[in-house]
């Protein structure tokens, strides 16, 4: 068992499983030493979609834990293009949060927080990232957050 491994067992972390695209894209995209991820959106423990408008439905708290359960969907679908290893990942490189919110709702980046954090969590060094956590008007199927990433590989 490699070290990414031990500490999402250390953690108590299980992996939802990785979801297939729901449109015509794929999933994971790997260019050279890059993988991509496409866009992650909050599914809860029971695979149910959070969904609503963060600011009116729900609170800080609520989309941070959406944005959280979008990380780990991240790194699920990290792993399954690592073909279970994640000690392939180098490091990630960059996190974009999209926050299903109220117009004056202006603490995005606190909602995605939740997917820095576990990502930072379970990489530890290697999870460090830049990121950009937008506003959105509506998301795909009325989700709450999306988040996609881009890991280096080694």
Do not use: W
Request: hydrophobic residues 40%; proline residues 3%.
């Amino acid at each position: 068992m490699n070290v990414i491994e031990e500490k999402l067992k250390r953690l108590n972390i299980k992996l939802p499983d990785p979801k297939a695209p729901v449109g015509a894209y794929v999933a994971t995209k790997i260019v050279g030493k890059l993988l991509f991820i496409s866009g992650q959106v909050s599914i809860d423990k029971e695979s149910k979609l959070i969904t609503g408008k963060v600011g009116k439905d729900l609170n800080l708290d609520q989309g941070y834990n959406a944005a959280e359960r979008c990380g780990l969907s991240i790194i699920s679908h990290a792993k399954k293009a690592c073909l279970g290893d994640l000690s392939k990942i180098k490091s990630c490189v960059k996190l974009t949060g999209y926050v299903n919110s109220t117009n004056d709702f202006k603490e995005q980046p606190k909602i995605i927080n939740g997917a820095s954090d576990i990502i930072s969590k379970v990489f530890e060094k290697k999870g460090e990232h830049t990121r950009a956590a937008i506003s959105a008007n509506s998301l795909p199927l009325g989700v709450a957050v999306e988040v996609d990433a881009i890991f280096e590989l080694i």
